[in-house]
């Protein structure tokens, strides 16, 4: 019977990451610990330094997010003219 795939958190992976980036222990003292096989700590570990810029950098979508927003609600405004303008014919031609 095989064994099935273990699902590890975020947060554990991130955890297990930053103690092999503190290196006060080897990677396969870690791995004896968590049971998680060494060359899958050094990938998190790799993964956690390339993706960590990511944290301190600033989002540059506000201003296009804001102009979404601007254009969103540009159009819900036409609708309900187009709407009052609509039901106010129609109450005309008495339907």
Known sequence: MKAKRQKHSGAFKAK?????????????????RYGIHPNQIARWKREFLERAPEIFEKPQTSENHDKEIEKMYAKIGQLEMEREYLK???????L
């Open 88 to 94: 106010k014919n129609l109450k005309k031609l008495g």
């Open 16 to 32: 297990v990451a930053i103690e092999a980036l503190q290196e006060r222990e080897t990677l396969s003292e870690l791995s004896k």
